[in-house]
């Protein structure tokens, strides 16, 4: 007698534990009795998933309809751990001391257990809850309210959804011989396996066997379901919440279908929303949310003084189908198959709901297309660039022939008039011998510039035979380690008498003075002298003339700078093409055949270096020559080196000015 009146005082301090830590609010006032109290009555523990839609919903509702006053208090029951007779009572007693007289204005049970659990209280004159009003969810649809009942109670009836449910898997799954029902122990699975027996009875006329696993523990649906044979013509529903034995926590739905994947590899289906975004292959599904819009519209009713008898009950919404779309593809189900009512769930805008192999085919074309798409863009593509091409080479072609028409012109000229001024300088010469009047000084002044004439005529096919040979490959370098500073200063210093003649100031600095470097010095001296003669022709009286040279680690860098007429934008980039001058024979200022800095710049780049220039009109012209810094070990002996001196290479390359 002792034992169960123990046993008694701790259920009921087991019950008050359980509700005072469970109680929430989702709308709250300092004071619960003002505005409208609801109070919600959950079967089972806090964070059931079914439940917290339900809460959700509710909230939402009231949010939408701007209802403000309404103070939720909400009580889970926790039927899962104890449901006798002995422990309801006590929640009972529990509940009428927590909640007196007037201090609630309507109760709603969102499951069937604890509406079986209350509903009798409302009839109850010692309780707390006498008359007051109470809507109701999840109460099967047999256990309709009886005109005494009706006064004060209305709510949500559930239908067997399960139907829907084995239509939908004899649809999807044609071969199914076997269902593995995956529950835990309540009193809702316990309905869902009543509903999944008499769907069987109907649709399948038994054909299909179905073979229960009820635990409240994941472990053990694990080591039932490793028991069993895999067959692909298998299937797995599921329904509940599972915990883990060792630590008694409820595990994620996520977490219960990966271990449950872990076990068997058949498809998952379930009507329970808990599993609906957790890798199911799907089921016909009742939304939380949903029942929760109709229960508030029902509560705010009652608000505003409506009597719940003339509140009709109703029906729950229709279970809609929903599949998972990635599901489909794992589990192989012919999309075919699926109801164009079914909701798609987990599918991206771009994807698309067809076979495999229609979608593999898809792709295929998808490729050809692309891959074709491609190669007609690229045969386009190449016929503009084959067509560009050409335009382009026609034009440099007509380029050609228009400079090497210019340059047979300039050629003429530039030979026509060192040898006209040989031969009208010889016929005077004659003349003053014929008649012996000869003038050593005079003489003098004329076999000097029968030199300088001659000189031009050599400069001008020592330059056309070079242009030959470095086209055919066959210029070659006769290569020694030279001072270049030396070489340019020796050079510079020698230019200065045709500078003086046009008053230009001439200067020259460089930052070493030794720099030894691989070069062949007659080649380079024809560069520097090149430079510094274009330099002096247009460069007008009073300018000047700058000669700089530094080194860095890779090159020797000699610049050659003045304050000439300059270089027009547009020409730059020519000005080193073979027979190009940036002047026409009618116009320009200077002497010249077109052919110098074509020379230079294939000198340089053939010692592996490289000329650049910078220019601007009126202003001036910048050339910048950069010869690489290496020593050769093996030099060009002395018998094979240009033998001419530095005044006879200065006044072969400046015979022209």
Not at 139 to 148: A, E, L, S
Not at 171 to 190: A, G, Q
Not at 544 to 571: A, M, Q, T
Request: glycine share 4%; aromatic share 10%; hydrophobic share 35%.
């Amino acid at each position: 007698m002792g034992g169960k009146l123990l046993k008694h005082i701790l259920g009921i301090i087991l019950c008050a534990m359980i509700s005072f830590s469970c109680v929430q609010k989702i709308y709250s006032d300092d004071n619960k009795h003002e505005g409208f109290n609801v109070l919600i009555l959950n079967s089972y523990h806090q964070g059931h998933y079914w439940e917290s839609n339900i809460l959700d919903g509710l909230k939402k509702y009231m949010e939408k309809h701007k209802e403000d006053n309404i103070n939720f208090n909400v009580e889970y029951l926790d039927f899962r751990n104890k449901n006798d007779i002995e422990y309801i009572d006590s929640l009972k007693e529990m509940l009428n001391k927590k909640y007196h007289k007037g201090s609630i204005d309507a109760i709603y049970t969102v499951d069937d257990e604890a509406y079986e659990s209350f509903k009798r209280e409302v009839f109850n004159k010692k309780s707390s809850f006498y008359k007051i009003p109470l809507v109701f969810s999840g109460v099967d649809n047999k256990q309709r309210c009886c005109t005494k009942e009706k006064q004060y109670m209305s709510g949500i009836y559930h239908t067997d959804d399960s139907k829907n449910l084995i239509s939908m898997i004899k649809r999807l799954n044609p071969d199914v011989k076997n269902i593995n029902v995956i529950t835990e122990e309540s009193l809702y699975c316990k309905s869902v396996r009543s509903e999944i027996d008499n769907a069987i009875k109907i649709y399948a006329d038994n054909t299909i066997n179905i073979r229960y696993m009820e635990s409240d523990y994941i472990q053990d649906i694990v080591y039932k379901l490793n028991e069993l044979e895999y067959a692909d013509n298998s299937i797995n529903i599921i329904a509940g919440e599972f915990q883990n034995k060792a630590s008694l926590k409820y595990l994620n739905p996520k977490d219960t279908i990966k271990i449950i994947k872990q076990s068997s590899k058949n498809a998952i289906y379930s009507n329970d929303q808990t599993y609906m975004n957790a890798s199911i292959l799907g089921g016909c599904i009742d939304i939380g949310q949903e029942q929760a819009a109709i229960i508030g519209e029902m509560i705010l009713k009652i608000k505003n003084g409506q009597p719940i008898y003339a509140i009709p009950y109703e029906i729950e919404p229709v279970a809609k189908e929903y599949i998972d779309y990635n599901s489909v593809y794992e589990y192989n189900i012919n999309p075919f198959n699926i109801s164009k009512e079914s909701k798609i769930i987990n599918k991206k805008n771009y994807q698309i709901l067809v076979p495999i192999w229609m979608k593999n085919l898809i792709i295929l074309v998808i490729f050809f297309i692309i891959v074709a798409t491609i190669l007609c863009f690229n045969h386009v593509v190449n016929r503009k660039k084959d067509r560009k091409k050409r335009e382009e080479e026609y034009a440099k072609a007509q380029e050609r022939d228009k400079l090497k028409t210019d340059f047979i012109v300039n050629l003429s000229h530039e030979l026509r008039t060192p040898i006209n001024i040989i031969l009208g300088t010889t016929k005077v010469l004659e003349r003053n011998i014929m008649n012996e009047n000869i003038n050593k000084l005079d003489t003098v002044n004329k076999l000097n510039n029968i030199n300088q004439n001659s000189y031009r005529l050599l400069k001008i096919s020592n330059n056309i035979i070079d242009i030959t040979k470095v086209e055919s490959g066959m210029f070659n370098l006769k290569m020694q380690n030279c001072n270049i500073v030396n070489i340019v200063e020796e050079i510079f210093t020698s230019s200065v008498e045709f500078a003086n003649k046009k008053s230009l100031k001439m200067i020259f600095d460089t930052d070493e003075e030794e720099i030894i470097i691989a070069i062949d010095k007659f080649q380079i001296q024809r560069v520097i002298l090149n430079l510094l003669s274009n330099a002096i022709k247009f460069t007008n009286s009073k300018g000047y003339i700058n000669v700089y040279i530094k080194k860095d680690y890779r090159y020797v860098l000699i610049e050659v700078k003045d304050s000439g007429v300059g270089i027009p934008e547009d020409k730059i980039n020519k000005i080193f093409y073979r027979f190009y001058q940036v002047d026409s024979l009618m116009t320009r200022k200077s002497e010249g055949s077109g052919i110098g800095l074509c020379i230079v710049k294939d000198i340089v780049e053939i010692h592996g270096g490289k000329i650049e220039v910078e220019s601007k009109i009126n202003l001036g012209t910048t050339f910048r020559i950069y010869l690489p810094r290496k020593i050769i070990e093996d030099e060009t002996s002395d018998d094979n080196l240009h033998i001419l001196d530095i005044e006879s290479v200065v006044n072969l390359e400046m015979s022209d000015i």
